[in-house]
């Protein structure tokens, strides 16, 4: 695991989260932020008894793809300066997204999102979170990896701070945690090999 800040200089920061924040960009919502569709509450039970913890919740959130089935979308060219600062020799994305989290009624302090890894089928892979905004709602990496069951240990908790990102092996278990404040948390999702 790698954590670097200000990947970017401070200038493309605050370009990127201008742009990304602007009224016109398009999100889409996403009722669950571990489905396509909205977990439904038998599930997030499972996910609760399967990880030993009654602090995970399902939150809902926006999203945003920007390349997908190595088709970039529009704004690819946007998060260049995040691909080249990374300086992986010969990268090749897998899949690379935004989330855009708020507030969420019933959430607490010690709450957080679904542990998941972000390609549960692929190996080999290196999963990259770029933080667009400064806000609450920490990133939790957990020492255990994909198809684990059981009680989980924090490896860390990432703060979103604009301009960090955190790199870590893909077949970590992680999860986000929604922000307490009115300050959205925003990311940018890369899974590279």
Same mark, same amino acid.
């Given at each position: ?24 960009f ?22 609760r ?22 088709q ?18 010969? &990268? ?10 708020? /507030? ?10 679904? /542990? ?5 089928n692929?190996?080999?892979? +290196?999963?990259?979170?770029?933080? &667009? +905004?400064?806000?609450?709602g920490? +990133?939790?990496?957990?020492n ?12 860390q ?7 960090r990102?955190?790199?870590f092996?893909?077949? +970590? ?13 925003? &990311? &940018? ?5």
């Amino acid at each position: 695991m790698k954590i670097i800040d200000d990947i970017i200089s401070s200038q493309m920061q605050d370009e990127l989260e201008a742009n990304i924040l602007n009224s016109k960009f398009p999100w889409g919502r996403m009722a669950s932020s571990n489905l396509a569709d909205e977990a439904t509450r038998e599930y997030v039970e499972e996910k609760r008894i399967e990880f030993s913890d009654n602090n995970i919740i399902d939150p809902p959130q926006f999203h945003h793809n920007i390349l997908m089935n190595q088709q970039p979308g529009p704004f690819f060219g946007w998060f260049a300066p995040i691909i080249d600062a990374i300086k992986f020799n010969n &990268v090749r994305i897998l899949r690379m997204k935004m989330n855009f989290n708020v /507030p969420y009624i019933g959430s607490s302090d010690n709450s957080y999102g679904i /542990p998941h890894v972000d390609l549960a089928n692929e190996d080999g892979y +290196t999963t990259c979170i770029y933080y &667009v +905004t400064d806000a609450d709602g920490d +990133t939790i990496l957990f020492n255990e990896k994909n198809g684990y069951s059981g009680k989980l240990s924090i490896r860390q908790k990432v703060s979103p701070k604009k301009g960090r990102i955190v790199l870590f092996d893909g077949n +970590t278990l992680h999860a986000a945690c929604p922000p307490i404040s009115n300050r959205p948390r925003i &990311v &940018v999702n890369i899974n590279i090999r």
